[in-house]
Protein backbone atom coordinates (compact mmCIF):
# COMPACT_ATOMS: atom_id res chain seq x y z
CA UNK A 1 0.00 0.00 0.00
CA UNK A 2 2.97 2.58 1.01
CA UNK A 3 4.48 1.72 -2.18
CA UNK A 4 1.47 2.24 -4.41
CA UNK A 5 0.43 5.83 -2.13
CA UNK A 6 4.15 6.66 -3.58
CA UNK A 7 3.14 5.98 -6.78
CA UNK A 8 -0.25 8.37 -6.92
CA UNK A 9 2.08 10.93 -5.02
CA UNK A 10 4.69 10.88 -7.96
CA UNK A 11 2.12 10.24 -10.86
CA UNK A 12 0.51 13.42 -9.18
CA UNK A 13 3.87 15.13 -9.03
CA UNK A 14 4.57 15.01 -12.57
CA UNK A 15 1.06 16.20 -13.27
CA UNK A 16 1.48 19.10 -11.63
CA UNK A 17 4.98 19.79 -13.50
CA UNK A 18 3.59 19.34 -16.64
CA UNK A 19 0.91 22.02 -16.02
CA UNK A 20 3.13 24.42 -14.54
CA UNK A 21 5.96 23.75 -17.83
CA UNK A 22 2.68 24.13 -20.07
CA UNK A 23 1.54 27.04 -18.49
CA UNK A 24 4.53 28.84 -18.53
CA UNK A 25 4.88 28.23 -22.33
CA UNK A 26 1.63 29.72 -22.80
CA UNK A 27 3.41 32.59 -21.05
CA UNK A 28 6.40 32.85 -23.07
CA UNK A 29 4.01 32.66 -26.22
CA UNK A 30 2.09 35.67 -24.96
CA UNK A 31 4.69 37.57 -23.68
CA UNK A 32 6.95 36.74 -27.12
CA UNK A 33 4.78 36.96 -29.42
CA UNK A 34 1.59 39.06 -28.74
CA UNK A 35 3.56 41.50 -26.66
CA UNK A 36 5.92 42.15 -29.30
CA UNK A 37 3.36 42.17 -32.05
CA UNK A 38 1.63 44.91 -29.74
CA UNK A 39 4.63 47.02 -29.55
CA UNK A 40 4.72 46.87 -33.45
CA UNK A 41 1.51 47.80 -34.19
CA UNK A 42 1.96 50.55 -31.30
CA UNK A 43 5.07 51.94 -32.99
CA UNK A 44 2.83 52.04 -36.07
CA UNK A 45 0.21 53.58 -34.42
CA UNK A 46 1.95 56.45 -32.97
CA UNK A 47 3.56 57.06 -36.27
CA UNK A 48 0.27 57.11 -38.04
CA UNK A 49 -1.47 59.50 -35.19
CA UNK A 50 1.20 61.78 -35.34
CA UNK A 51 0.83 62.09 -39.37
CA UNK A 52 -2.94 62.22 -39.05
CA UNK A 53 -2.74 65.68 -36.83
CA UNK A 54 0.21 67.02 -38.76
CA UNK A 55 -2.04 66.49 -42.15
CA UNK A 56 -5.19 67.75 -40.65
CA UNK A 57 -3.75 70.72 -39.41
CA UNK A 58 -2.16 71.71 -42.38
CA UNK A 59 -5.41 71.25 -44.20
CA UNK A 60 -7.04 73.49 -41.57
CA UNK A 61 -4.83 76.20 -42.30
CA UNK A 62 -6.03 76.10 -46.34
CA UNK A 63 -9.23 75.40 -45.49
CA UNK A 64 -11.46 75.30 -42.24
CA UNK A 65 -12.93 71.93 -41.70
CA UNK A 66 -11.52 69.73 -44.00
CA UNK A 67 -13.17 67.04 -45.34
CA UNK A 68 -12.39 63.46 -43.92
CA UNK A 69 -12.06 62.27 -47.45
CA UNK A 70 -9.17 64.74 -47.78
CA UNK A 71 -7.99 63.91 -44.63
CA UNK A 72 -7.46 60.52 -45.42
CA UNK A 73 -6.11 60.83 -48.95
CA UNK A 74 -3.16 62.94 -47.56
CA UNK A 75 -2.72 60.90 -44.89
CA UNK A 76 -1.76 57.98 -47.13
CA UNK A 77 0.23 59.95 -49.47
CA UNK A 78 1.82 61.29 -46.75
CA UNK A 79 2.26 57.83 -45.14
CA UNK A 80 3.76 56.24 -48.89
CA UNK A 81 6.19 59.31 -48.91
CA UNK A 82 7.29 58.59 -45.60
CA UNK A 83 7.95 55.38 -46.77
CA UNK A 84 10.24 56.62 -49.71
CA UNK A 85 12.45 58.58 -47.49
CA UNK A 86 16.33 57.00 -47.02
CA UNK A 87 16.31 54.83 -44.23
CA UNK A 88 12.84 53.73 -43.74
CA UNK A 89 13.36 50.05 -44.99
CA UNK A 90 16.30 50.03 -42.40
CA UNK A 91 13.89 50.90 -39.36
CA UNK A 92 11.11 48.42 -40.64
CA UNK A 93 13.51 45.66 -41.29
CA UNK A 94 14.72 46.24 -38.13
CA UNK A 95 11.64 46.15 -36.49
CA UNK A 96 9.83 43.49 -38.42
CA UNK A 97 12.60 40.98 -37.03
CA UNK A 98 12.89 42.30 -33.64
CA UNK A 99 8.98 42.16 -33.14
CA UNK A 100 7.51 40.21 -35.31
CA UNK A 101 10.04 37.37 -35.05
CA UNK A 102 10.03 37.16 -39.13
CA UNK A 103 11.81 34.25 -40.29
CA UNK A 104 11.96 34.64 -43.66
CA UNK A 105 14.99 36.56 -45.42
CA UNK A 106 14.64 40.64 -45.36
CA UNK A 107 16.78 42.46 -47.70
CA UNK A 108 17.91 45.89 -47.49
CA UNK A 109 19.59 46.52 -50.89
CA UNK A 110 22.79 48.60 -51.25
CA UNK A 111 21.34 50.50 -54.22
CA UNK A 112 17.27 50.45 -53.83
CA UNK A 113 15.87 49.75 -57.20
CA UNK A 114 11.94 51.15 -57.64
CA UNK A 115 10.51 47.54 -56.53
CA UNK A 116 12.43 47.95 -53.56
CA UNK A 117 11.20 51.74 -52.94
CA UNK A 118 7.53 50.63 -54.17
CA UNK A 119 7.02 47.71 -51.69
CA UNK A 120 8.71 49.76 -49.02
CA UNK A 121 6.47 52.61 -49.41
CA UNK A 122 3.26 49.93 -48.98
CA UNK A 123 4.92 48.32 -45.89
CA UNK A 124 4.85 51.37 -44.21
CA UNK A 125 1.23 52.31 -45.22
CA UNK A 126 -0.04 48.92 -44.22
CA UNK A 127 1.95 49.95 -40.68
CA UNK A 128 0.53 52.97 -40.10
CA UNK A 129 -3.12 51.37 -41.22
CA UNK A 130 -2.47 48.89 -38.78
CA UNK A 131 -1.15 50.61 -36.12
CA UNK A 132 -4.13 52.97 -36.48
CA UNK A 133 -6.34 50.16 -36.73
CA UNK A 134 -5.61 48.51 -33.29
CA UNK A 135 -5.37 52.11 -31.68
CA UNK A 136 -8.73 52.81 -32.61
CA UNK A 137 -10.23 49.70 -31.64
CA UNK A 138 -8.69 49.85 -28.01
CA UNK A 139 -9.10 53.55 -27.17
CA UNK A 140 -11.99 54.46 -28.91
CA UNK A 141 -13.64 51.30 -29.91
CA UNK A 142 -13.87 49.73 -26.24
CA UNK A 143 -14.58 53.35 -24.42
CA UNK A 144 -17.95 53.28 -26.93
CA UNK A 145 -18.60 49.61 -26.54
CA UNK A 146 -18.54 50.26 -22.41
CA UNK A 147 -21.02 53.59 -22.95
CA UNK A 148 -23.40 52.38 -25.23
CA UNK A 149 -23.88 49.36 -22.76
CA UNK A 150 -23.81 51.86 -19.99
CA UNK A 151 -26.13 53.61 -21.32
CA UNK A 152 -28.80 50.66 -22.38
CA UNK A 153 -28.75 49.36 -18.90
CA UNK A 154 -29.22 52.68 -16.69
CA UNK A 155 -32.38 53.26 -19.63
CA UNK A 156 -31.24 56.58 -20.32
CA UNK A 157 -29.00 58.24 -22.54
CA UNK A 158 -26.28 60.87 -22.39
CA UNK A 159 -27.23 64.40 -23.20
CA UNK A 160 -26.01 65.83 -26.13
CA UNK A 161 -23.83 68.18 -24.89
CA UNK A 162 -22.10 65.55 -23.31
CA UNK A 163 -18.59 63.97 -23.99
CA UNK A 164 -19.61 60.43 -23.63
CA UNK A 165 -22.86 60.83 -25.71
CA UNK A 166 -23.44 58.08 -28.21
CA UNK A 167 -25.85 59.34 -30.14
CA UNK A 168 -27.60 55.74 -30.18
CA UNK A 169 -31.22 55.05 -29.44
CA UNK A 170 -32.15 53.42 -26.47
CA UNK A 171 -33.70 49.60 -26.19
CA UNK A 172 -37.45 49.55 -26.44
CA UNK A 173 -37.40 46.52 -24.79
CA UNK A 174 -35.82 43.24 -22.91
CA UNK A 175 -34.45 41.67 -25.87
CA UNK A 176 -33.57 44.56 -27.64
CA UNK A 177 -31.15 45.34 -24.56
CA UNK A 178 -29.92 41.44 -24.57
CA UNK A 179 -29.28 41.78 -28.07
CA UNK A 180 -27.26 45.37 -27.58
CA UNK A 181 -25.28 43.97 -24.59
CA UNK A 182 -23.97 40.82 -26.82
CA UNK A 183 -23.13 43.27 -29.36
CA UNK A 184 -20.99 45.59 -27.40
CA UNK A 185 -19.64 42.89 -26.14
CA UNK A 186 -18.68 41.51 -29.07
CA UNK A 187 -17.48 44.27 -30.60
CA UNK A 188 -15.11 45.36 -27.40
CA UNK A 189 -13.61 41.63 -27.84
CA UNK A 190 -13.29 42.24 -31.06
CA UNK A 191 -11.57 45.69 -30.20
CA UNK A 192 -9.36 44.07 -27.88
CA UNK A 193 -8.15 41.13 -29.91
CA UNK A 194 -7.23 42.77 -33.32
CA UNK A 195 -3.64 42.86 -32.49
CA UNK A 196 -3.23 38.79 -33.06
CA UNK A 197 -4.99 38.35 -36.29
CA UNK A 198 -3.39 41.64 -37.34
CA UNK A 199 0.05 40.68 -36.32
CA UNK A 200 -0.02 37.43 -37.57
CA UNK A 201 -0.82 38.78 -41.15
CA UNK A 202 2.11 41.46 -40.80
CA UNK A 203 4.35 38.75 -39.49
CA UNK A 204 3.27 36.35 -42.67
CA UNK A 205 3.82 39.02 -45.18
CA UNK A 206 6.89 40.97 -43.93
CA UNK A 207 8.59 38.04 -45.95
CA UNK A 208 6.82 38.56 -49.32
CA UNK A 209 7.24 42.36 -49.38
CA UNK A 210 10.55 43.19 -47.25
CA UNK A 211 12.05 40.43 -48.75
CA UNK A 212 14.47 39.81 -51.86
CA UNK A 213 12.55 40.79 -55.13
CA UNK A 214 13.24 38.11 -58.21
CA UNK A 215 15.81 40.56 -59.21
CA UNK A 216 17.72 40.29 -56.12
CA UNK A 217 16.99 36.18 -56.02
CA UNK A 218 18.60 36.16 -59.47
CA UNK A 219 21.54 38.58 -58.24
CA UNK A 220 22.21 35.82 -55.28
CA UNK A 221 21.61 33.10 -57.37
CA UNK A 222 24.46 34.19 -59.94
CA UNK A 223 26.95 35.06 -57.27
CA UNK A 224 26.41 32.15 -55.68
CA UNK A 225 27.23 29.99 -59.22
CA UNK A 226 30.34 32.43 -59.34
CA UNK A 227 31.27 31.16 -56.20
CA UNK A 228 30.65 27.65 -57.10
CA UNK A 229 32.46 27.95 -60.43
CA UNK A 230 35.52 29.60 -58.89
CA UNK A 231 35.59 26.82 -56.03
CA UNK A 232 35.54 24.37 -59.06
CA UNK A 233 37.93 26.10 -60.55
CA UNK A 234 40.45 25.98 -57.69
CA UNK A 235 40.06 22.34 -56.80
CA UNK A 236 40.99 21.85 -60.46
CA UNK A 237 44.07 23.24 -60.05
CA UNK A 238 44.62 21.36 -56.63
CA UNK A 239 44.31 18.50 -58.36
CA UNK A 240 45.98 18.85 -61.43
CA UNK A 241 49.16 20.61 -59.89
CA UNK A 242 49.82 18.85 -56.34
CA UNK A 243 48.14 15.28 -57.76
CA UNK A 244 50.71 15.73 -60.48
CA UNK A 245 53.38 16.74 -57.89
CA UNK A 246 52.00 13.86 -55.88
CA UNK A 247 52.46 11.48 -58.18
CA UNK A 248 55.98 12.66 -59.10
CA UNK A 249 57.37 12.49 -55.74
CA UNK A 250 56.00 8.89 -54.74
CA UNK A 251 57.72 7.56 -57.70
CA UNK A 252 60.68 9.36 -57.38
CA UNK A 253 60.71 7.84 -53.76
CA UNK A 254 60.07 4.38 -54.67
CA UNK A 255 63.35 4.60 -57.43
CA UNK A 256 65.05 6.11 -54.17
CA UNK A 257 63.91 3.47 -51.94
CA UNK A 258 65.72 0.31 -54.41
CA UNK A 259 68.65 2.05 -55.23
CA UNK A 260 69.72 3.84 -52.30
CA UNK A 261 72.02 0.60 -51.43
CA UNK A 262 73.16 0.06 -54.64
CA UNK A 263 73.58 3.67 -56.68
CA UNK A 264 73.92 6.14 -53.91
CA UNK A 265 74.10 8.96 -56.55
CA UNK A 266 70.34 7.85 -58.56
CA UNK A 267 69.30 8.18 -54.90
CA UNK A 268 70.41 11.56 -54.33
CA UNK A 269 69.22 12.12 -57.66
CA UNK A 270 65.53 10.98 -57.08
CA UNK A 271 65.41 13.38 -53.62
CA UNK A 272 66.82 16.29 -55.56
CA UNK A 273 63.37 16.16 -57.94
CA UNK A 274 61.32 15.18 -54.75
CA UNK A 275 63.14 18.31 -53.11
CA UNK A 276 62.51 20.19 -56.78
CA UNK A 277 58.86 18.99 -56.96
CA UNK A 278 57.60 19.40 -53.26
CA UNK A 279 58.87 23.19 -53.57
CA UNK A 280 56.85 23.72 -56.54
CA UNK A 281 54.12 22.06 -55.27
CA UNK A 282 54.02 24.50 -51.83
CA UNK A 283 54.49 27.75 -54.23
CA UNK A 284 51.31 26.29 -55.90
CA UNK A 285 49.82 25.45 -52.82
CA UNK A 286 50.58 29.06 -51.22
CA UNK A 287 48.77 30.92 -54.25
CA UNK A 288 45.93 28.72 -54.05
CA UNK A 289 45.25 29.56 -49.95
CA UNK A 290 46.21 33.43 -50.90
CA UNK A 291 43.42 32.97 -53.36
CA UNK A 292 41.11 31.53 -50.79
CA UNK A 293 42.23 34.49 -48.04
CA UNK A 294 41.88 37.28 -50.87
CA UNK A 295 44.96 38.13 -50.92
CA UNK A 296 46.06 37.14 -54.73
CA UNK A 297 46.02 40.10 -56.91
CA UNK A 298 43.38 39.41 -59.32
CA UNK A 299 45.56 40.14 -62.67
CA UNK A 300 47.41 37.10 -61.48
CA UNK A 301 46.86 34.01 -62.42
CA UNK A 302 45.42 31.50 -60.04
CA UNK A 303 47.90 28.82 -60.08
CA UNK A 304 51.12 29.22 -62.80
CA UNK A 305 51.35 25.95 -64.21
CA UNK A 306 55.05 24.84 -64.64
CA UNK A 307 56.76 24.90 -68.48
CA UNK A 308 55.99 22.37 -70.84
CA UNK A 309 59.75 21.20 -70.87
CA UNK A 310 59.46 21.52 -67.22
CA UNK A 311 56.80 18.68 -66.94
CA UNK A 312 58.33 16.63 -69.65
CA UNK A 313 61.64 16.96 -67.81
CA UNK A 314 60.08 15.72 -64.57
CA UNK A 315 58.55 12.81 -66.27
CA UNK A 316 61.51 11.31 -67.68
CA UNK A 317 63.37 11.69 -64.40
CA UNK A 318 60.69 9.99 -62.48
CA UNK A 319 61.13 6.69 -64.99
CA UNK A 320 58.61 7.73 -67.70
CA UNK A 321 59.35 6.49 -71.26
CA UNK A 322 58.57 9.78 -72.98
CA UNK A 323 59.20 11.34 -76.55
CA UNK A 324 57.92 14.94 -76.96
CA UNK A 325 56.97 16.80 -80.03
CA UNK A 326 56.23 20.63 -78.88
CA UNK A 327 55.25 22.33 -81.49
CA UNK A 328 53.53 25.73 -80.44
CA UNK A 329 53.05 29.36 -82.29
CA UNK A 330 54.30 32.33 -80.71
CA UNK A 331 51.71 34.85 -78.78
CA UNK A 332 49.83 32.15 -77.58
CA UNK A 333 47.02 34.18 -74.95
CA UNK A 334 48.07 33.19 -71.70
CA UNK A 335 44.94 31.52 -70.63
CA UNK A 336 45.23 28.97 -73.46
CA UNK A 337 48.78 28.27 -72.58
CA UNK A 338 47.98 27.88 -69.29
CA UNK A 339 45.38 25.69 -70.22
CA UNK A 340 47.33 23.35 -72.82
CA UNK A 341 50.11 23.07 -69.72
CA UNK A 342 47.58 21.56 -67.35
CA UNK A 343 46.11 19.69 -69.81
CA UNK A 344 49.70 17.70 -70.33
CA UNK A 345 50.10 18.02 -66.96
CA UNK A 346 47.19 15.96 -66.26
CA UNK A 347 47.47 13.29 -68.97
CA UNK A 348 51.04 12.48 -68.40
CA UNK A 349 50.25 11.78 -64.94
CA UNK A 350 47.77 9.55 -65.28
CA UNK A 351 49.52 7.87 -67.97
CA UNK A 352 52.59 7.54 -65.36
CA UNK A 353 49.82 6.36 -62.33
CA UNK A 354 47.77 4.12 -64.48
CA UNK A 355 49.42 3.26 -67.73
CA UNK A 356 51.27 -0.29 -68.42
CA UNK A 357 55.43 0.58 -68.59
CA UNK A 358 56.50 1.19 -72.25
CA UNK A 359 56.96 4.10 -73.84
CA UNK A 360 54.88 7.18 -73.80
CA UNK A 361 54.34 9.45 -76.85
CA UNK A 362 53.60 13.31 -76.46
CA UNK A 363 52.99 15.47 -79.12
CA UNK A 364 51.88 19.19 -79.01
CA UNK A 365 51.41 21.43 -82.21
CA UNK A 366 49.05 23.62 -84.09
CA UNK A 367 47.05 23.76 -87.39
CA UNK A 368 45.50 26.30 -88.36
CA UNK A 369 43.88 28.35 -85.62
CA UNK A 370 43.72 24.78 -83.33
CA UNK A 371 45.89 23.64 -80.98
CA UNK A 372 45.97 19.70 -80.81
CA UNK A 373 47.43 17.97 -78.18
CA UNK A 374 47.80 13.86 -78.20
CA UNK A 375 49.00 11.26 -75.60
CA UNK A 376 49.65 7.68 -76.25
CA UNK A 377 50.65 5.25 -73.55
CA UNK A 378 50.54 1.37 -73.61
CA UNK A 379 47.62 0.17 -70.99
CA UNK A 380 47.98 -2.82 -68.51
CA UNK A 381 46.19 -5.97 -69.86
CA UNK A 382 42.71 -6.02 -68.26
CA UNK A 383 42.05 -2.43 -68.20
CA UNK A 384 39.67 -2.05 -71.17
CA UNK A 385 36.68 -0.19 -70.92
CA UNK A 386 34.91 -2.06 -68.71
CA UNK A 387 37.28 -2.91 -66.18
CA UNK A 388 38.02 -1.42 -62.88
CA UNK A 389 40.89 0.65 -64.06
CA UNK A 390 39.69 1.36 -67.36
CA UNK A 391 36.41 2.75 -65.33
CA UNK A 392 38.79 5.01 -63.36
CA UNK A 393 40.67 6.46 -65.62
CA UNK A 394 38.26 7.45 -68.23
CA UNK A 395 35.53 9.10 -65.05
CA UNK A 396 38.64 10.58 -62.47
CA UNK A 397 38.29 13.59 -61.38
CA UNK A 398 41.71 14.48 -63.78
CA UNK A 399 39.76 13.55 -67.14
CA UNK A 400 36.61 15.88 -65.79
CA UNK A 401 38.93 18.50 -64.97
CA UNK A 402 40.65 18.21 -69.14
CA UNK A 403 37.07 18.46 -70.40
CA UNK A 404 35.74 21.43 -68.27
CA UNK A 405 38.99 23.62 -69.46
CA UNK A 406 38.56 22.46 -73.11
CA UNK A 407 34.58 23.15 -72.85
CA UNK A 408 35.71 26.86 -71.75
CA UNK A 409 37.49 27.47 -75.22
CA UNK A 410 35.02 25.32 -77.03
CA UNK A 411 37.03 22.68 -78.28
CA UNK A 412 36.67 18.75 -78.04
CA UNK A 413 38.67 16.21 -76.02
CA UNK A 414 38.60 12.34 -76.66
CA UNK A 415 40.06 9.96 -74.34
CA UNK A 416 39.72 6.26 -74.37
CA UNK A 417 41.61 3.02 -75.93
CA UNK A 418 42.73 2.54 -79.10
CA UNK A 419 44.60 -0.33 -80.59
CA UNK A 420 45.85 -1.35 -77.12
CA UNK A 421 47.24 1.89 -76.28
CA UNK A 422 45.14 4.54 -74.20
CA UNK A 423 44.92 7.69 -76.65
CA UNK A 424 43.83 11.40 -75.69
CA UNK A 425 43.69 14.15 -77.70
CA UNK A 426 41.94 17.05 -77.35
CA UNK A 427 41.39 20.32 -79.80
CA UNK A 428 41.24 23.96 -78.67
CA UNK A 429 40.77 26.88 -80.91
CA UNK A 430 43.56 29.38 -81.05
CA UNK A 431 43.14 32.77 -81.49
CA UNK A 432 47.52 34.25 -80.96
CA UNK A 433 47.81 37.97 -79.73
CA UNK A 434 49.53 40.49 -81.43
CA UNK A 435 53.72 40.85 -81.03
CA UNK A 436 53.19 43.17 -78.43
CA UNK A 437 50.62 41.49 -76.77
CA UNK A 438 52.09 38.53 -73.99
CA UNK A 439 53.79 35.70 -75.67
CA UNK A 440 52.80 32.09 -74.66
CA UNK A 441 55.17 29.60 -74.57
CA UNK A 442 57.63 29.57 -77.52
CA UNK A 443 57.54 26.66 -80.32
CA UNK A 444 60.12 24.15 -80.68
CA UNK A 445 60.79 20.97 -81.14
CA UNK A 446 62.20 18.33 -78.13
CA UNK A 447 62.98 14.83 -79.58
CA UNK A 448 62.63 11.97 -77.17
CA UNK A 449 66.21 12.18 -75.39
CA UNK A 450 68.10 8.89 -75.23
CA UNK A 451 69.47 9.23 -72.07
CA UNK A 452 66.03 9.87 -70.34
Not at 159 to 179: A, C, H, I, K, Q
Amino acid sequence: MTGRVGDRVTWQVTLTTGEDDRMQATKRYLTRYLARRFAWQMLGGAIGLALVLLVFSLLNITSEGPPSWLVAVATVTAAIGLGLVPGARELEVTAARALLDVDDELVVPARPRPAHRIRTAAWVAGHLASGLLVAAGLFAGIPLAVMIAVEAIAGESFRPGDSFYTGLPLPTGPVSLVLRLIACTVFGLLSLVATWPLGAAASALAGRVLGPTPHDRMETALARARREAEHTRLARELHDGIGHALTVVSVQAAAGRRVVAVNPDAAADALGAIEDTARAALAELDQLLAVLRDDADDAAPVALAPALDDVVSAHRRAGLDLSAQIDLPDGLPALLSRTVQRIVTEALTNAHRHGAPGPVRLTVGHAGDEVRIEVVNPVRSGSGPGSRLGRRSSGGRGLSGIRERVALFGGTVEAGPDGGAWVLRATLPCTPMPRGGREGAPGRTDRKDPDA
